[in-house]
């Protein structure tokens, strides 16, 4: 093996241009395995590493205010419970700092040891910290706030920053409306001599996987408690997650492709690099080297270059994505992997190294078994005979030259089909970000406006000039009966909920809200899987109230909202009981909107908005998205420039003595810029064909597949788009064979002669 190493090297040093164009491909094609690590790897371990590092319980449990010994007399006799700790949450305070200021300041009075938040920077507040407050990462980022800042409640109370904090039990700030301190609720006893109330239970459980015995006894022991809401650590993921929605899914997704073009990328490369070597390789078996001995010493010249173009291409990519990964993360209340990303990018770089040398290795073995004879004499240009019509001119003479090297063409040709359908697949994936945000119908939402109003207004309302109608609609958050880990959202619209709100059927039927027996439902996909239900199931849930209601399960949709962890059933079930109340209303063709609103809140509805449409309307959030789908694309575009700039450099050193004919001859650069174009052109034509029909027919539906837990999504780009891709590919075309063609005549032509 040292000696294959040691022969690796000098194969390298006799040949540094020609390594300097392979590490290049390995650097290029790195970056983007980097940047789908961070990606992939920052997004969907978040949470969990947040959770961790938060200490975040496995119960949080609301209710009205109460003594905090009398709660405390029902929660020390639970099952199942390790610890537990009180807090005191005041909403609704107007916060000012840093000349921002709020109306929706939550404040929490915290006591004990375990707090449920992790502090970034300074330091928690103790027992006796009459005067310091821990802020959130999100509302010290959005108000530039640093530790000894002033924050302050109206203009008697003030408070020092001692620390700030994170806690992913919910976004952040501004993503979410409200913003959180956190102050000693012990120092605030003592200082005012009075005993704070608690409306808050933080439990951690002595087995996790037990939680649901532990929420069972606590709902058999709430008697008594106002407004009782439990939520666990996976409905907190859940309703966290519900922020991002199916955009994390598609992040992830769209990284694993960007994975698989460099690994694509990576075999060619090395691929390449054996075919100008079959010189070198004939003269080895000539004097006597085996198979093995060839293809090994090549695995190792591969492996050497491959490790710190590797290291350097993992680092270029890392660096690119991590700064907006971490900003996306940042809104989500979640924390960047730090020091955890280097495990998996140094299984990249082994992934790197080890193709590196297999695509080496494994092209020389087979040529290795060629005859000596053949390999001796090298590969010459092919004359296909569908390349002869074509063999006039620079640019004809060109499509012969690529025509003549169909392993290097084809692999060209799918590094730039698989960029292609990459970029393709982000383009389109921007357009469903845009409905997303924009266009409730992305939801299965068919009315464009909703009112806070009473049930009994639905007459008036449809009387309004311009409603097509109007019915009420109903919400309620309630948990699984039998997992009441898991969180449910229950959507009941007065009548037929499909001309209103009908995500698409995925399988079974829509409900009847008028069928006898058990009451019908129509359950979200994501709720589906997490419950294994399916039609005929039964769905048993326990609403806020301690109430249980079943439901005859009819059909499944792919519903965005909630993660898809939600469920249509008939109004009369969830009315009583339900969070959120309003009157969703469709307007007929060409109605004014604003007309409809000011005649809705006439009828006194305290809000008249258009429906929601995607899981976040938030600027900031979506520029963020924006930003990693740029920055991914950035090192897409760059793989995609490289690969054809390879092609074209390989193609100007082995066809020297050629070009160099040519410009004996009298052709100029243009000449040679358009023989370099016919080389390109037989690659990126295929190729953006191959790219646009792969993102249509394999990486949208394997994508869209990917997310049927949530929604019905068509990823397919747009004639626009797909149009732009191709304009851009033949840019890069262009570029290429502008720069390579440059390079090329700046030569002598009298050292290209010498190899003719």
């Given at each position: 093996m040292r000696a294959a190493l040691a022969d690796a090297v000098r194969r390298l040093r006799a040949a540094p241009g020609r390594a300097a164009l392979a590490a290049a491909g390995i650097v290029a094609a790195a970056a983007m395995l980097g940047a789908g690590v961070t990606v992939s790897y920052g997004l969907t371990t978040g949470f969990e590493r947040s959770a961790q590092q938060a200490d975040l319980p496995d119960v949080l449990a609301r209710f009205g205010d109460e003594e905090r010994e009398e709660v405390e007399e029902r929660v020390a006799a639970l099952p199942n419970l390790e610890q537990r700790t009180y807090r005191y949450e005041e909403t609704s305070v107007p916060l000012s700092a840093n000349g921002e200021s709020s109306e929706d300041g939550v404040i929490h009075a915290v006591r004990g040891e375990r707090r449920g938040y992790a502090i970034l920077e300074g330091r928690d507040v103790t027992a006796d910290d009459l005067d310091g407050a821990v802020v959130e990462r999100g509302v010290a980022q959005e108000w530039d706030l640093e530790v000894g800042d002033t924050i302050s409640s109206g203009s008697q109370i003030s408070w020092e920053i001692v620390g700030i904090g994170v806690s992913p039990?919910?976004?952040a700030y501004p993503l979410a409306s409200s913003l959180r301190i956190y102050v000693s609720g012990p120092a605030l006893e003592e200082a005012f001599d009075f005993v704070l109330p608690v409306n808050m239970a933080l439990l951690w459980s002595t087995e996790p996987e037990r939680t649901d015995v532990l929420l069972q006894q606590a709902r058999a022991n709430s008697y008594g408690l106002?407004?009782?809401?439990?939520?666990?650590?996976?409905?907190?993921?859940?309703?966290?997650?519900?922020?991002?929605?199916?955009?994390?899914?598609?992040?992830?997704?769209f990284s694993i492709v960007a994975l698989a073009a460099a690994g694509a990328m990576l075999a060619t490369a090395a691929h390449a690099d054996v075919q100008r070597r079959l010189g070198t390789i004939g003269i080895q078996r000539a004097v006597g080297m085996d198979r093995r001995a060839v293809a090994v010493g090549f695995a190792a010249s591969g492996a050497v270059l491959a490790a710190p173009a590797g290291v350097?291409?993992?680092?270029?990519?890392?660096?690119?994505?991590?700064?907006?990964?971490?900003?996306?993360?940042?809104?989500?209340?979640?924390?960047?992997?730090?020091?955890?990303?280097?495990?998996?990018?140094?299984?990249?770089?082994?992934?790197?190294?080890?193709?590196?040398?297999l695509a080496s290795g494994w092209p020389a073995w087979r040529a290795a078994g060629r005859p000596i004879v053949g390999l001796l004499r090298g590969s010459e240009v092919a004359r296909p005979r569908a390349a002869r019509g074509l063999s006039r001119g620079p640019f004809g003479l060109g499509l012969r030259l690529a025509l003549g090297r169909p392993?290097?063409?084809?692999?060209?040709a799918l590094v730039l089909a698989a960029c292609t359908a990459v970029v393709t697949l982000m383009l389109a994936l921007a357009s469903l970000l845009v409905d997303l945000s924009d266009d409730p119908a992305s939801l299965g939402k068919r009315y464009e406006l909703t009112a806070q109003l009473d049930a009994d207004s639905a007459p008036d309302v449809r009387a309004l000039p311009g409603v097509e109608a109007a019915t009420p609609r109903y919400e309620l958050d309630a948990t699984a009966s039998f997992q009441l880990g898991q969180p449910v959202r229950l959507i009941g619209f007065e009548g037929d909920h499909v001309p209103f709100e009908a995500p698409p059927l995925a399988d079974g039927r829509r409900l009847d809200p008028d069928a006898d027996g058990l009451p019908e439902a129509e359950v979200g996909a994501g709720l589906a899987e997490a419950l294994g239900?399916?039609?005929?199931?039964?769905?048993?849930?326990?609403?806020?109230?301690?109430?249980?209601?079943?439901?005859?399960?009819?059909?499944?949709?792919?519903?965005?909202?909630?993660?898809g962890r939600v469920a249509y059933v008939p109004a009369d079930t969830v009315s009583q009981a339900a969070d959120e109340s309003a009157i969703a209303v469709k307007l007929t063709d060409g109605a004014s909107q604003a007309a409809v609103q000011a005649g809705l809140i006439d009828l006194g509805a305290a809000d008249a908005g258009e429906a929601e449409a995607a899981t976040t309307d938030d600027a900031a959030f979506l520029a963020t998205l924006a930003a990693l789908l740029r920055a991914v694309a950035l090192v897409n575009g760059l793989v995609c420039l490289y690969a054809l700039m390879q092609a074209l450099a390989l193609t100007a050193r082995e066809r020297r003595g050629t070009i160099a004919v040519l410009r004996a001859t009298g052709a100029g650069r243009g000449h040679v810029a358009l023989l370099l174009g016919g080389v390109v052109a037989a690659a990126t034509i295929p190729a953006v064909v191959a790219g646009l029909a792969l993102q249509r027919w394999?990486?949208?539906?394997?994508?869209?597949?990917?997310?049927?837990?949530?929604?019905?999504?068509q990823l397919t780009a747009a004639g626009a788009q797909a149009a732009g891709v191709a304009v851009g590919v033949a840019l890069l075309a262009a570029f290429a064979s502008w720069w390579v063609a440059r390079r090329t005549t700046r030569e002598p032509v009298v050292v290209g002669l010498r190899e003719e």
């Open positions: 039990d919910n976004v106002s407004d009782l809401r439990f939520i666990t650590r996976e409905g907190v993921e859940v309703a966290v997650g519900e922020a991002a929605g199916i955009v994390i899914a598609l992040l992830v997704a350097l291409g993992l680092a270029l990519g890392t660096l690119v994505a991590a700064g907006p990964t971490g900003a996306l993360l940042l809104t989500l209340n979640e924390l960047p992997p730090g020091g955890a990303l280097v495990g998996p990018l140094l299984l990249a770089w082994l992934v790197v190294v080890a193709v590196v040398a392993a290097r063409l084809g692999g060209t239900l399916a039609p005929g199931s039964t769905l048993a849930v326990q609403l806020p109230d301690g109430v249980e209601e079943r439901f005859r399960v009819v059909g499944v949709v792919r519903a965005l909202d909630n993660d394999a990486l949208g539906p394997a994508t869209a597949d990917l997310a049927a837990g949530y929604a019905d999504l």
